[in-house]
């Protein structure tokens, strides 16, 4: 009599507390990721390490976390990623505040609209190939300082070849939006501070910034890293003292088409690839965050540097029209040694 056995992957809905989240796992591959449906923050990428299990997420451990989302661990970053320069921007000729009435220190608009947003699951599946969700918000509307209309959609999907996310934003309004995509995933290799950790970005160019960690205007922001020698990362090298909150361009792809940052502990021989298609790597040491202060370091794989939606070298690039939409694929490739 023929027999059936479980696919190799399974998706699930569960709880964290008061938070809905959602469950991929590889069964044969012992691997499982969670994702809070508040934000579409990953909370956990679990892999096996030898005989044991390490999170390589370094994500909200509770409800009450993911609400207040300190650090925006994982944070979906739309419609744009980083900062916004004393929250203004100018496009197509009309001067916007994100932050009218706001004065002084309190003017701080970043990681865009999002994190607060409780996200609809629009598709969840699973199968012999892979545990795929897709997470879906109206939400980017019309606001202050923001007249546009963004659908977002973001789809996790975890297979043999990691885990992938790719965002798709759709300009459902009657006018061109600016908009661009990034991700701010915290990793963890091990117990411990960063400083053995060895990292890698290919990169040829630095984002140079002020105290304010925006951009210096026009060529001043862009540094090579021949210039730079204690910001350069392209060979892989300890990450010993270095402080990093630091963005690089003119990233090089391998022949596949990704761009691959490389962290790796080389203690245990594991690593990760943080990899994209397009845009620049901003790298975090971590060092200011409440919790695990220099414990984890963040790669966030960005469409457009921060404060894109003021720098006229990024026009195009964050320009989305009427009725048009903009993928972003970037993900994580485990690798040991």
């Known amino acids: 009599m023929a027999t059936s056995s479980a696919p190799r992957y399974g998706a699930e809905r569960a709880r964290l507390g008061d938070q809905a989240i959602v469950v991929l796992t590889d069964h044969t ?49 739309a419609p744009f990623a980083g900062r916004i320069a004393d929250a203004r921007y100018d496009f197509d000729g009309h001067v916007q505040d994100l932050q009218p009435g706001v004065t002084g220190a309190e003017r701080a608009s970043r990681h865009g609209f999002v994190r607060d947003v409780d996200f609809d699951v629009i598709a969840l599946v699973a199968d012999e190939g892979r545990a ?6 109206t939400e980017i509307r019309p606001q202050a300082g923001y007249p546009h209309a963004i659908d977002l959609e973001a789809t996790f999907t975890l297979d043999a070849a990691g885990l992938t996310l790719e965002a ?31 990292l890698q970005i290919p990169a040829q160019t630095l984002i140079r910034t002020g105290a304010d960690l925006i951009a210096l205007p026009g060529a001043a922001a862009y540094v090579a890293l021949d210039d730079a020698p204690a910001l350069d990362f392209r060979e892989s090298r300890r990450l010993g003292d270095s402080i990093l909150d630091q963005g690089y361009t003119d990233l090089e792809a391998d022949a596949d088409g990704r761009i691959r940052t490389r962290l790796r502990d080389p203690s245990s021989g ?16 971590a060092d200011t965050v409440s919790r695990n202060a220099r414990r984890a370091i963040a790669l966030e794989p960005m469409e457009c540097m921060a404060n894109a939606f003021n720098r006229p070298d990024c026009a195009q690039a964050v320009r989305l029209e009427p009725g048009a939409e903009r993928r972003f694929r970037c993900g994580v490739e485990v690798e040991l040694s």
């Open 132 to 137: 795929q969700v897709t997470l879906g918000t």
């Open 270 to 285: 594991l690593g990760i690839a943080v990899w994209q298609e397009r845009g620049v790597m901003h790298a975090f040491t």
């Open 29 to 77: 591959g012992q691997r499982r990721v969670r994702i809070a449906q508040h934000g579409a923050a990953l909370l956990g990428f679990e892999v096996p390490l030898g005989a044991a299990t390490q999170d390589l997420a370094d994500g909200y451990r509770d409800a009450a976390e993911v609400t207040s989302r300190a650090g925006s661990r994982f944070a979906i970053m």
């Open 168 to 198: 798709c934003m759709r300009n459902v309004g009657d006018r061109a939006a600016p908009c661009f995509f990034g991700w701010h995933p915290y990793f963890r290799l091990a117990d411990g501070l960063v400083d053995g950790w060895q």
